[in-house]
Nanobody
Framework: QVQLVESGGGLVQAGGSLRLSCAAS????????MGWFRQAPGLEREFVVA????????YYADSVKGRFALSRDNAKNTVHLQMYRLAPADTAVYYC?????????????????WGQGTQVTVSS
């Protein structure tokens, strides 16, 4: 199994920045892709961004493209999601997830393991 622990959520004003991290442990060799999803109250979980461990290839949802930046630290099995110009619409619980392949990465079905989630709240 792969264990995922998110950190870095919190409260920020609109226009501000936050950095989320997700540390993976356990059978990390089975993880080829790390993704971030978010879920706001009353809404379905939505894809935010994914990164491939091997070469750092990333794919962003249109809603965050140009505002969010995902990076990886292979030595620490950790990914960092830097979020800029945050808006109230970004308020959600953010989850990181681990998956075996770069297939259907925008869907939750592509991921085997999930973190517990971290709350991000953006005030207007």
């Amino acid at each position: 199994q792969v264990q995922l622990v998110e950190s870095g959520g919190g409260l920020v004003q609109a226009g501000g920045s936050l950095r989320l991290s997700c540390a993976a442990s356990g059978r990390t060799y089975s993880s080829n892709v790390m993704g971030w999803f978010r879920q706001a109250p009353g809404l379905e979980r939505e894809f935010v961004v994914a990164i491939r461990w091997s070469d750092g290839l990333t794919y962003y949802a249109d809603s965050v493209k140009g505002r969010f930046a995902l990076s990886r630290d292979n030595a620490k099995n950790t990914v960092h999601l830097q979020m800029y110009r945050l808006a109230p619409a970004d308020t959600a619980v953010y989850y990181c997830a681990s998956g075996p392949s770069w297939v259907r990465i925008t869907t939750s079905h592509a991921y085997d393991y999930w973190g517990q989630g971290t709350q991000v709240t953006v005030s207007s």
